[in-house]
């Protein structure tokens, strides 16, 4: 596993689309605009045809997490969609690292993160219309957050409108629960949507 990649705090995500967006990858940069991974959805022909007919919130999905090499970092994947159905996070051997769970509270998303062991290391909670998000550990201390402040500042490279930024506080030294939280946090957007 790249140990590079998950010892960033900043991380700028930015959606691209190939083919008359029919394929869609996202771009990582870090915060000196280096791209440092991708995020890919990886399907077969027969899941990319049934996405055309019936609502992608139905379909299992896989995203895979990349270094800029190509090497695989972690992956997210839910099989088909049930009522209360897992979101599972494994690192780049296939051994599962931990899970997710959405719940909706006041009307508001929250993504639950756990270990493998389903223990809550961390909470995404927050704002989807306003693209405002808090990462807290299970006492509730901050511990990161997601929102789009960036695109101000990137609007002139970045041409997509997907686009958003997770950012770690400086002393969130965890690395072992910082994998599964931030896999979590990158791809809350495809998450959200699903």
Known sequence: MNTDFFNANSYFIDQKHLFFKFYKYHQIYNEKRECIGLIKQRSTFRQTILRSVFSENLLPFIFEIRSCNGALLTSISRRWFFFKSKIIIQDS??????????????FK?????????DEVIAEISGDLENWNFVISDPSHNQIGSIDKNWIIAMKELFGSTDKYNVIFEEDYIDKKKKIAILSSAIIIYMVMKK
Do not use: E, T
């Open 93 to 106: 051997k296939g051994k599962q690292i931990g899970s997710i769970k959405r719940k909706f509270i006041s």
């Open 109 to 117: 998303p929250v993504l639950r993160i756990l270990n493998a062991s």
